[in-house]
Structures are given as C-alpha cells and as structure tokens.
C-alpha cells in the first residue's frame, strides 16, 4: 500500500494519526534515551552488589543493602514523583528527576575518594530517587505525545528500549568492572597501603560507568530544559484523586488486593535471581568474575526473548492458566538450583528468567480487571509492591550468609510459589459481582 | 577455576582492549620477554598458573613463552625448555622445578646468560641458587590447619587420636606442612597422641592404604592430617569403608583445588584445607620480572603467595574463610 507523508490512509480512507506528533519528536527520542538509561542503572546494580562485597570484604546481607538503597527510593519517591508531575507538569517532572540522577551518579565521585560505603548508597539512593521521578513523569508523558488510540503502541516503543539499557548495564559491568577487580587471591599478599591502593583502583571502576550515565542524563536534560516543546497538558489519569470509597473497593476486591500481595513477591522474586546470578555463579560453581557477568546477560536475553513468546501465548491460553505454569516452572527452576550445586543449577537460575517474563504485566492485568475508574488509583498500589525488591534480596542474602550461596534461591522459591498461589485463586474463584465495577 | 564459556561479543571487547593495550604498550615500554616452565600439562594447578601468566603478561605488555614437562620428575624437558627460553631471548624464566638439585647447572648457565630466574611453587636447593622464590608459605599452610583441628576437636570434646599421612622423604613442601601442623596442633613427635604417620607419595590410593593401616592400628582415629587433598580423599575412602562417623571426625589438608572444595569442604568431610594460590605466583613472577627490566627492580628472596584457611565450620578463635570464598578462588 501507497503511503504519503507520515500518515498511512485507513481502511475507512480518513488519515491515520502519526505515532508521535511531529513536533514532539525529538522530544520522544529523548525520552526514549531515558527509558534505555534508567534500565542501564537498575541492572548495573544488580553487579554491583557483589562487586561491593569484594571491595570492602563484607557479608552478602551487608552488600543487599545496595539493592535497598536502590528500590527503596523507588518505593519511596512513587508518590512524591506523582505529585511533582502533577503540580508542575511532565517537563518539570522529566528535568527534575533527570537532574537528582545526574547528582546521583555524580555523587560516586566523592564516594569513592572517601572508600566509605554508605556514601556509595546514599549516591545510589539519590540516583534511584531522581530515576523514580523521571519513570514516573515520562510514562504519562509518552502517553500524552500523540492520539490517545495509539498510546499503548507508543509505550511499549518506548519500553521496548529498557531491556535495551538492562543489557547495555550489565554489559558495561561484565566488560569494565568485573574483569578488571583486585582478584581476592591477590588482596592475601597485600600489606594494607596496598589494600587502599587496591580498593580505590576497584572503586574507580565502578565510577567510570556512573559517570558516564550521568554524563548522559545531564545532556538529556540540557536537550530538554533548553528546547521548547507544545507541552500536552497533564492527563486525567494523573489528576485523578481517589474518592472516598475507591481505597475501601480496592481492600475488599480480593483479586486486586491479593494482587498486589503477588506483585510484591514477583518483584521480590526478580530482583533476587537477577542480584544473585553473579553470586551464584562464582560461589556456588566457581566461574570466574569475568565469566560471570555473562550469565547474568544471558539472564536478560532470556527475559526479553521470552516476553515476545509469552505474548504470543497469552493469546492462546488464559493468562492466570500461563502464570500458573510459569510460576511453578521458576520455583523448580529454583530448587535444582538450591540443590544441584554446580552448572546444571547455574543453567537453571538463569532459566528463571524465562518465567519472570509474563508476570508483572499479567498480575497488573488481572488485578486491575474490572476495576473501573478505580483502575487509576489502584495501579499505583501495584507498581509501590517494588517494594518487594528492597527487601527480599536482604532476606536471600541473610539466607546465603547463614545456610550457604545456594540456599538463598530458596526465597525467591518461595515468592514464586506465591505468585503460583495467586493464578491459582484466581483459577479457581469466580469474580463477585461487587467486585467488577458498574 | 571455571572458566564460562565467553559470548563472541566478549571476545571481540577483549581483542579490543588488548589491542589498545599493546598499542600503549609498545609505545611506552621496553619490551619485555618472560618464560615460564611447570611441570606437566594436565595439573589443573599448572594450567592456572599458565593462564594467570598469560592475562598478566598481555596486561603488562610482556611477551610471554611457556613449556611445560611431562610430568613431575621430568628433568629433561625442563633443561631443555630452559635453554630454548636462553636462546630466545628471554629476559627472565619462571621455573617450577621437577628437581631441587638436577637443575642448578642449567639454572647457572642461564643466569650467566643474563637471564634472571625465579623458581616459583618448588625450591632449589640451595634456595640462594636462583635470584627469588615466589611460593606458599608451607610451614603457615600445615599450621593453620593444625590449629583449626585442635580447636575443633576439643570443640566436639574429642580425646585426640591423629593420624598423619604425610608426603615422601625429603619433599620441602610436604616437610614443612607436616612441621606447621604439628606446631600448630600442639603435637610433639613422641606424643602419646599421635597414633602414627606414614607416606603416601600425594596420591589418593596410597592415601587410602596408609589411612587403612593406621586405623588397624587404632580404630578409635578422630583427627586425620592429609598433606594434600587426593591423600584426603583417600582417608575418606578409608574411613568411610570401616563405617566410621564422618561427624565424629576433624580431616584436614593442604590445596584449595576445586574438587577439593566443592566435594570435600561443602559437603563437609573435609572439614578444612588451607587454600594455596598458584595465580599469585605467575601473577607476581612475571610482573617482577618486567618491573627488573624496565624500572632495575631486581627480586630476591622468598615471596610468600599467601595462604587461607577454608572451612565450612568455623572453630573457635581460628581465622577462616567460607566455602563460598574457597569456591571463587579455586584452582582446576
């Protein structure tokens, strides 16, 4: 078929609106950079955890709490990050949260002067903070960039480019950090200047890639602040303001409410196996740091892979049926890792990742189903179950601490056994009138 | 160590990096030829100590060669390399000898050559008969272990029945191990409760039959020293076929190797090894030797590669290591 322009003619012969206004383009682009940007940050996390307790020799509890900083400010900005955008619009809500990432990252560098640790996670904390913001602004941003009927496709065009930055962060990991660590062999014949010496060399490393995504948000800042842009005016769903009863509703929906309950563990679950496969691997079966990193990669591919196969299914099976089979799936994935101490668990935790793929879209699916208008306020509650991946990995690490590396794969066991838990009621009981809204 | 298999993406970073790497190299530095000579092939322990040399060499922009003997007693081959690495011009040689003495004059000549030698894992003897020796502390290693089998026996409540199974006569390492962990145990030659202590040459099955020889001597062992960990295992092959309680036993040995940790320390019939590393060795040989060349830093003496003790049973005021530690830095 002819096309003219950038608009495709419809069947019914009327013009097709474009994906993304003409003048909000660039705009989109950029925006686009901060969706590959902030899955860079999250997932070169995952790395530093380990990298973390090699550095400054502790425990693996004592690492986890990287991942506390990280999604804890994200649990904790959620409802601040609504409010900026609310009150002062997606410009202000996008610049503010790129400009308190940039500070985040920038702040690595006098962290790692100091050698102090906390002051890595309080760097990581900020980021994280700025990074909640800029999620938060930009999805309802992108939303608002063009006709309604095509949001959903300019999202998930939008989305598609995180998996893009969760692979280029562990990439970055795999390539600039691991490879290059103070091997632990080594530290045993070190006197302690060397010790120093090593630790701020190791710690330079870590700098390096938080520099540079720091550089790059602060560009995409410069390119936004400085560029007028016909702002779309903040959507209703935004604005909306829960009434009286809608927080009442949603406790008494028991599909929404057991939801939430199973995004928290889902989340948990995710954030654990993706904090741990480095660990696994080089604890349990003795890849070396440089080898590591990429099982973790392989991890990531195997989710966004699996994402386009289960969408795939989704369309033949019904989808609590799916995250059914799925979820028991990663909990055996889970056990053979707990028990088979060697590759077989090490191909299996990264397995999991197959069965993380459908979760939180389905869950928030099912969740939301019916709900209405209380759909709106409701969705906020799913994304705060994030929660789940500041806290669990500290319990996984607890476990690894007392009962040994491969028994941490336990709690994420556990949480997807949960999650399994959930399809199941949700098989097996039929929707109460009252609960689907009129 | 494991090594993963590496995605061809990494590879191409790592072309990448070592391209750079030499480029910035061989502008700025002399250039610096290395050679290291091991024993035999196969050895896992060797095969780390290879490939460490060889990350380290392209890190520092030295040109590595290596040989390697067929096996522990080949003197031969090891003359042989050594001269070639002579005539190729090698500034310096990393050796670990088959021979403490079948060596020296091929070591002198070398060194009358100009060529600095390091004998590294091995002494000579006389040790002063290369320019250093990079090693573990042998004597700390059976210390270690022995300290940590005291605690944990009386730990249990155990009376103390030890069995030794020691090396071969007139082996250093397995001299000085035997001495630390007496030393470190509290264990006096003539004893009452040393129940005995033979050779088992380091291999597995005399291992076995010399743990089976003790035992018919006195049953009630509850303190077994292995001087390295095939004789370990074949102590537990003993013991496990004379019904014995693992639990009811302190085994300890001298390595860290892979096979050692995983299958023996994880599980928990060994009960520690003090964890040696080969890496240190080539890492530090070859870079002191570049060091000598380009900045006139000429090493001497003994270096010691350090050593941990790996348990996953900690005793009471013993420092130790976790498994999980033992696991990322093992060799093979």
């Known amino acids: ?438 | 160590m494991i090594r993963a298999a590496r995605p061809a993406v990494y590879g191409a970073a790592a072309a990448l990096a070592l391209t750079l790497t030499a480029c910035t190299s061989s502008e700025s530095q002399d250039p610096v030829v290395v050679g290291l000579i091991t024993k035999q092939e196969e050895n896992p322990y060797w095969v780390t100590m290879r490939e460490v040399a060889q990350d380290t060499a392209d890190d520092e922009g030295v040109e590595l060669l290596t040989a390697t003997g067929t096996s522990d007693v080949d003197v031969d081959s090891q003359v042989t390399a050594l001269e070639e690495m002579v005539a190729d011009g090698a500034d310096g040689v990393l050796i670990a000898p088959t021979d403490s003495t079948a060596l020296l004059p091929a070591i002198q000549s070398a060194q009358e050559a100009g060529v600095l030698v390091i004998a590294v894992d091995t002494p000579v003897d006389p040790e002063d008969a290369v320019d250093a020796f990079f090693a573990t502390d042998n004597l700390v290693a059976g210390e270690l272990v022995g300290r940590y089998a005291a605690a944990k026996a009386a730990e249990l409540g155990l009376e103390p029945r030890v069995a030794v199974l020691d090396l071969a006569p007139g082996i250093a390492s397995g001299e000085l191990r035997r001495e630390g962990f007496f030393a470190g145990f509290g264990l006096e030659q003539d004893d009452p409760r040393l129940v005995g202590a033979l050779d088992t040459q380091g291999d597995r099955e005399e291992g076995q039959a010399a743990m089976e020889q003790l035992l018919a001597q006195d049953p009630g062992v509850n303190v077994v020293y292995a001087v390295n960990e095939p004789a370990a295992f074949g102590a537990l092959d003993a013991l496990e076929a004379a019904d014995i309680d693992l639990a009811d036993v302190v085994v300890v040995t001298v390595d860290g190797g892979c096979e050692a940790i995983k299958d023996g320390v994880r599980p928990g019939s060994i009960d520690a090894t003090s964890q040696q590393y080969p890496e240190n060795m080539a890492r530090e040989g070859v870079r002191a030797i570049a060091d000598a060349v380009r900045e006139g830093e000429q090493p001497s003496g003994f270096l010691d590669t350090g050593v941990q003790l790996i348990t996953g049973a900690p005793a009471p005021d013993v420092d130790s290591r976790g498994v999980a530690y033992g696991v990322r830095n093992c060799w093979g």
């Open chain 1, 1 to 438: 078929m002819a096309t003219t322009g950038s608009t495709v003619p419809t069947e019914r012969g009327a013009p097709r609106p474009p994906l993304v206004s003409r003048e909000l383009r660039v705009p989109f682009i950029l925006l686009i950079l901060c969706f590959a940007a902030w899955g860079a940050a999250a997932n070169l996390t995952d790395i530093l955890v380990g990298v973390f307790r090699s550095i400054f020799d502790m425990s693996n509890f004592q690492s986890s709490l990287v991942q506390f900083a990280y999604y804890g400010a994200y649990f904790a900005l959620a409802i601040p990050a609504g409010f900026i955008t609310n009150r002062f619009g997606y410009k202000a809500g996008v610049l503010t949260g790129l400009g308190l990432a940039a500070v985040g990252g920038v702040l690595f560098l006098p962290a790692s002067q100091l050698l102090v640790y906390e002051y890595f996670l309080l760097a990581l904390f900020v980021l994280a903070a700025g990074l909640s913001i800029l999620e938060t602004s930009a999805n309802p941003f992108v939303i608002a960039m063009g006709d309604e009927g095509s949001a959903t496709q300019r999202l998930n065009l939008a989305q598609a480019f995180n998996p893009v930055g969760a692979n280029i962060g562990v990439l970055m990991g795999a390539v600039l950090i691991l490879p290059r660590l103070t091997s632990e062999a080594e530290k045993t014949i070190l006197g302690p200047n060397e010790l120093v010496a090593s630790q701020e060399a190791d710690l330079g490393l870590v700098l390096t890639p938080y520099l540079g995504i720091a550089a790059v948000l602060l560009l995409i800042w410069l390119l936004i602040a400085f560029r007028k842009m016909p702002l779309p005016p903040v959507s209703a769903a935004l604005e909306a303001v829960p009434s009286g009863n809608t927080a009442g509703r949603l406790w008494k929906n028991r599909h929404y409410r057991y939801g939430v309950v199973a995004q928290f563990f889902n989340v948990a679950a995710q954030t654990c196996v993706w904090t741990f496969t480095i660990l696994y691997a080089q604890d349990v079966v003795g890849v070396s740091a440089e080898g590591s990193g990429w099982f973790l990669q392989a991890s990531l591919i195997l989710f966004l892979v699996s994402r386009f196969v289960m969408t795939w299914l989704l369309g033949i099976f019904r989808p609590t049926l799916l995250l059914l089979v799925m979820a028991l799936f990663g909990v055996a994935c889970c056990a053979v890792a707990v028990v088979s101490m060697n590759m077989l668990g090490l191909i299996a935790v990264v397995a999991i990742s197959a069965s993380l793929s459908l979760m939180f879209p389905t869950i928030y699916g099912v969740a939301l189903q019916g709900l209405g208008d209380d759909a709106k306020f409701g969705a906020a509650g799913l994304v705060m179950a994030i929660l789940g991946g500041a806290l669990l990995p500290m319990v996984h690490a607890a476990v690894m601490d007392t009962a040994g590396a491969a028994a941490g794969y336990a709690v994420p066991g556990i949480c997807l056994a949960l999650v399994a838990g959930y399809a199941v009621f949700d098989l097996r009981t039929r929707r109460d009138p009252a609960e689907v809204a009129s």
